[in-house]
């Protein structure tokens, strides 16, 4: 068993950056790809960006150039650096890791993007 614990996020105007940060604890142990995901307002969610834990990255066309994810292996951690940031980008992010025994998803956090 474990939780991701995210941090964060917030209030940005168009073009400005932010970071994400989620950190796996408890017994949270043999983690496969980590991502992160975000749902707007009467969307679906959807996938931003993953990693796998040999630091493969794959991203939404929307974010590519944009957005970089990575992750610290021995301290179980997963960030996502936005720049550039548009009020499309405007959701609640959640992260999730993938582990042997099951998914496990972060609590979500707010990012919202003025114009």
């Known amino acids: 068993q474990g939780q991701l614990v995210q941090s964060g996020g917030g209030l940005v105007q168009a073009g400005g950056s932010l970071r994400l940060s989620c950190a796996a604890s408890?017994?949270?142990?043999?983690?496969?790809?980590m991502a992160w995901y975000r749902q707007a307002p009467g969307k679906q969610r959807e996938l931003v960006a993953s990693?796998?834990?040999?630091?493969?990255?794959n991203y939404a066309d929307s974010v590519k150039g944009r957005f970089t994810i990575s992750r610290d292996n021995a301290k179980n951690t997963v960030s996502l650096q936005m720049n550039s940031l548009k009020p499309e980008d405007t959701a609640v992010y959640f992260c999730?890791?993938?582990?042997?025994?099951?998914?496990?998803w972060g609590q979500g956090t707010q990012v919202t993007v003025s114009s």
């Open positions: 999730k890791s993938n582990t042997y025994f099951g998914d496990y």
């Open positions: 990693i796998t834990s040999g630091g493969s990255a």
């Open positions: 408890g017994n949270m142990v043999r983690i496969n790809t």
